[in-house]
């Protein structure tokens, strides 16, 4: 695998052509229907993959264009995208004024296949755009808190730093996350895992929801996070921006900076982020575990503190014909678990240590690194564009706490381990991964033809044991097709196979458990926890759509099947999860999850009004799920509940609305309502629901953005959430009450030695109410959410000619 990447690499640099052309500039000026000029609107030439952005003037001048016709996207929060096709031959081009009209928030969706950074062509399915600012107006704690206010997205929250996706309420190894082209892979199996992605070094974002396996193979089942990297600068340019933040509730601060050029053909960057955050705050004294009531030091979670160090470097070279990037990034983090919750023994936690502080990382906490290297190329020969991203990555993880002893572990531990006494668990994972695609046009059909590969190395440490080591190689071909039946529908087809081989290694315990007991003769031996198992998978799927688009109305329809294979967890865990206070056991006989699922979409965009209607039908033959048994272990825990992977069928269905209406220039309303059901139909846990089943809910915001006098460059928005009681569960899940929630954004852009400092305000949680999060990470030891908090952020984007720089 290694050795393909380097040399699919080093075929696309040797078929580049170096051809000097004669290059020519395009230049306009951007206002709103007033007249009032716009700045930082992004101007992307998607053929190409230029980039840049209107100054506070709104002007724009982009340099260094190639002759010939591209295709101009410009895009703006609160406006609607515009894109024109332009030719340029022998003279510069000047667009004069482009006018954009204000929107209600809900965007119409356009797939763009003709450049490198290209949107993703999903069909039928359902997909949310959201650019930087729309991450900076909403700022979270991480990119999945963030990501949340979309109808259908929500977290597994961990704590106040760290989160993890679901995409109508499925999450795990059932969301694919792609950063710049390759699959994001860390332990995603754990709960307690966040993802490990650094939300100020991301260009846009495509939610996809619904299965997307045709696309990017198993474990997009439930959706999909493609993070796009950010377009590549224009020419003879050198610009960057600084970004502070400061959140009241875990009293965090941070900042983002970074800086990127274009010196004729040749692009580099680079971004550094650092956060550190103290434990946070709710709104209760007290919360129970297991019954347990464990008293709260001034309402803080008591060891939730971290910190965050991010690095990222990248350097390329672009024609008009080829383009290459390499991306190099390092995240680097540390957080502590909640003292109370983590182990076997919450009763046993000094207090007095962890509360001196609270901004100290004392036992339990977990250390995480994740280091990438990624390639992207692209060669434009004729009608054909090849793309190609080639990628390593790192992930290593450990777990630090106490070494407790349970069952028939030593009371004292050994002098003669090599493991440290607190590393109860250890992750090392080395993963290699290379996307091949080809993208060209045949009369009315424009298809994508791609191979996908894929080879994990994952190894384990320390005294504790829940998942054996395991080797994953996996592939797969997919083609798909859209097919232009005329201007006003579309047809969309695909059609994909993928293998997957995993092996799982031998582990004992490095302790003798007694096995037998008989006339005073005591037995002992070394249990083997996991044995070597290997198993070879296989699917082919398939999805197929329709498109319709009659001016204010459009609809889209999409079928198919998706598959998803079972993870090194399901199979093989044999252990106890300290989170959760239970035994967990995989089972070597399962069969991949197969999915059929329908999705449609609805849109009618009148003047002020727009309106979007998202249904839902999923599904499942044999679900893979963690099911409770009535049995107890006793050689490894205190008595704790033994939980066993088993299949089943499952329904779910549901949808989303999105209602948006413009009362004025300066008034605007937006409605998002969500909902899932989901039912087992086999099995032991027949009619009940799937775990982390989101309630359903509503969010009305009201927004008005003046365009006159001095606040004319701010926003002020207000978000009523209204979730419903969750009372759909599955033990050992708990009901959750319903809630009301009230969120606050504001904005404005200063003019300051004629640079624009944008200044984004946020209270969440504006009247400190204590609510519960029943998909949240301590949701079972009845953990509230965060309480008030007021997040500031500032941005100053810097802008010149590396000449001025000199």
Not at 696 to 717: E, T, V
Request: with cysteine; glycine share 8%; hydrophobic share 35%.
């Amino acid at each position: 695998m290694k050795y393909s990447i380097i040399g699919l690499f080093s075929l696309l640099l040797i078929t580049c052509s170096y051809a000097q052309e004669k290059e020519f500039t395009l230049s306009g000026v951007i206002t709103d229907v007033d007249g009032k000029t716009l700045p930082n609107v992004s101007i992307v030439i998607a053929t190409i993959g230029h980039s840049s952005k209107s100054d506070y003037t709104g002007k724009f001048s982009i340099a260094g264009l190639p002759r010939g016709k591209h295709v101009v996207a410009l895009s703006h929060v609160g406006y609607i995208p515009e894109t024109r096709t332009i030719t340029m031959e022998n003279t510069p081009t000047d667009l004069g004024t482009i006018v954009l009209r204000k929107t209600n928030y809900a965007i119409k969706q356009v797939d763009v296949l003709g450049d490198i950074y290209a949107t993703t062509p999903t069909g039928g399915l359902n997909k949310e755009l959201v650019d930087q600012q729309y991450i900076h107006r909403h700022l979270g704690g991480s990119l999945m808190q963030t990501l949340s206010r979309l109808p259908g997205i929500s977290n597994i929250g961990i704590g106040s730093g760290q989160s993890k996706p679901l995409i109508r309420g499925l999450g795990f190894n059932r969301v694919v996350v792609v950063e710049k082209g390759i699959k994001h892979e860390g332990q995603q199996w754990g709960a307690d895992h966040g993802l490990e992605i650094d939300q100020f070094a991301t260009g846009n974002i495509e939610v996809i929801k619904g299965a997307a396996s045709f696309l990017y193979g198993s474990d997009a089942i439930g959706g999909v996070i493609d993070i796009k990297p950010e377009p590549l600068s224009e020419k003879e340019s050198l610009s960057g921006s600084l970004n502070l933040i400061g959140k009241s509730n875990n009293s965090l601060y941070g900042l983002s900076a970074n800086l990127q050029g274009r010196t004729g053909r040749w692009i580099y960057g680079g971004r550094v982020s650092y956060q550190r955050y103290g434990d946070y705050g709710v709104p209760t004294d007290t919360v129970h575990v297991y019954d347990y009531p464990v008293l709260l030091h001034k309402q803080k979670a008591r060891n939730t503190a971290g910190k965050e160090r991010n690095f990222h470097v990248n350097g390329g070279y672009a024609t008009e014909n080829f383009q290459s990037v390499f991306y190099f990034s390092n995240n680097s983090a540390q957080s502590g678990f909640f003292a109370n919750a983590h182990g076997l023994e919450p009763r046993r936690v000094d207090t007095e240590l962890h509360d001196a502080s609270s901004r100290d990382m004392q036992m339990p906490y977990q250390r995480v690194n994740h280091l990438k290297v990624i390639n992207r190329s692209s060669l434009k020969i004729g009608f054909h564009r090849i793309e190609m991203e080639a990628g390593f990555q790192h992930n290593f993880r450990q777990e630090y706490s106490p070494y407790v002893n349970h069952g028939y572990m030593p009371p004292v531990y050994p002098d003669s381990m090599k493991m440290p006494s607190n590393l109860e668990r250890e992750y090392d994972k080395r993963i290699y991964s290379l996307n091949l695609r080809d993208r060209f046009s045949v009369g009315k059909h424009t298809f994508i033809a791609g191979i996908n590969g894929e080879y994990q190395h994952n190894q384990i440490d320390g005294w504790s044991f829940l998942i054996p080591g395991f080797n994953q190689r996996s592939a797969g071909a997919f083609l798909y097709d859209r097919y232009r039946l005329s201007e006003k529908v579309s047809l969309h087809g695909a059609l994909r196979y993928d293998y997957s081989h995993i092996e799982t290694v031998r582990y004992m315990d490095w302790f003798p458990s007694v096995v037998s007991e008989e006339n005073g003769v005591t037995e002992t031996a070394y249990l083997v926890r996991a044995n070597d198992l290997q198993r070879t998978f296989n699917s082919l799927v398939w999805s197929l759509g329709t498109t319709y688009d009659e001016g204010d109305f459009s609809i889209k329809a999409n079928v198919g099947k998706s598959f998803r294979v079972p993870i090194a967890k399901e199979l093989a865990a044999n252990g106890v999860n300290y989170h959760y206070f239970s035994y967990e056991r995989g089972d070597p006989a399962l069969s991949p999850e197969q999915s059929y699922q329908f999705d449609a979409g609805l849109r009618y965009s009148k003047e002020k009004l727009c309106v979007e209607l998202n249904p839902f039908y999923n599904y499942f033959t044999n679900y893979i799920y963690l099911n409770p048994t009535p049995r107890h272990d006793h050689f490894y825990g205190a008595g704790n509940q033994i939980f066993e992977y088993t299949q089943s069928r499952v329904l779910r269905y549901g949808g989303e609305i999105k209602i948006g209406y413009r009362f004025s220039e300066v008034w605007s309303a937006e409605l998002l309502a969500e909902y899932v059901k989901a039912e087992q139909l086999s099995g032991s846990k027949k009619g009940y629901p799937l775990p982390f089943s989101p309630p359903a809910s509503f969010l009305a915001n009201m927004s008005w953005q003046p365009n006159r006098g001095f606040l004319k460059d701010s926003y002020f928005s207000v978000d009523l959430r209204l979730a419903a009681a969750q009372n759909a569960i599955v033990p050992p899940e708990k009901k959750t009450p319903g809630y009301k929630l009230v969120n606050v954004q504001a904005g404005h852009s200063l003019m300051i030695y004629g640079r624009p400092i944008q200044i984004n305000l946020q209270v969440q949680n504006f009247f400190n109410t204590r609510y519960l999060n029943h998909t949240s990470f301590y949701r079972l030891i009845e953990m509230p959410e965060a309480g008030r908090n007021v997040v500031l952020s500032l941005s100053l984007p810097l802008n010149f000619k590396n000449k001025q720089m000199i």
